[in-house]
């Protein structure tokens, strides 16, 4: 019996492996997290079919990945986008780019400046915002612009509010200090800006950190049962695993 109760408590204290998603909650709120550790997971972007169509659903990316005997780990919707699906800003999806960068203030969301970019490098993951994204043109494999940004730099977005009365699910990315972990984190309740941001900055420990979107916002997590059927997305993010 001790034996037993002496594993079950390594294994309780144990860290998250890489790829695997939990729940968790912080300041009365409740969330769904995944992490990619990239020194081991492999994650991707995605947006078109091989025959130009976008993927839309999850469904979509797992039929693609059948080819390479791959499936999805965990995945999730990852930047705004137009009617058609398209993406607002930036996306590369293995040196394609499907829309350049943009850095002009505007409407909605995303043009609540700081924005920012996501992007997957081939040592590890940043996001930094959009204008010094420009000036540094860091290489990347993957990359999508949302906004706003979330955290920057380790400090909150200045525009948040604590009492914003905004509530939304949303869903997000945040980097770790050393670039070496991708956090994703999707809401399970509404939640503001200020709130959202805090988790990553305060729970999270990501010094950066950006914002994909809000209602349509999904997660595909089959560890935790969760499949995200619902609306068609544009740019999706997702970890790929050999098909079980």
Known sequence: MKLWIAVIALLL?????????RNQEYA??????????????ELRLFLRTPDGAVHGHFTSVNDALKAEGLELGFAMNAGMYHD??????LYLEQGDVAQELITSDGPGNFG????????IQASGAIVMETRAFER???????????????VIDGKLHPRFLVDGTSKYIRNGVGISADGSKAIFAIS??????H??????KDQLK???????????????????????????????????????
């Not at 058609?84 to 800003?89: E, F, I, K, L, N």
Request: aromatic content about 12%.
């Open 112 to 119: 609540l400046l700081p924005n920012g970019v996501f992007c």
């Open 84 to 89: 058609d699906r398209a993406p607002v800003g």
């Open 136 to 150: 540094e043109a860091p290489g990347c494999t993957y990359a999508t612009q949302s906004g706003p940004m979330l």
């Open 28 to 41: 009365g709120n409740r969330y769904r997290v995944c992490e990619a550790d990239l020194s081991k997971d």
């Open 13 to 21: 204290a144990a860290p998250l492996h890489a790829g695997e998603c």
């Open 206 to 244: 990501t010094p950066n950190a950006l914002y994909f979107d809000g209602n349509i916002s999904r997660i595909y997590a089959p560890e935790l049962g969760i499949y995200g059927p619902g609306w068609r997305m544009g740019p999706i993010v997702g970890t790929v695993v050999p098909r079980g």
């Open 188 to 193: 399970r309740n509404a939640v503001n800006f």
């Open 195 to 200: 709130e959202f941001g805090s988790f990553f």
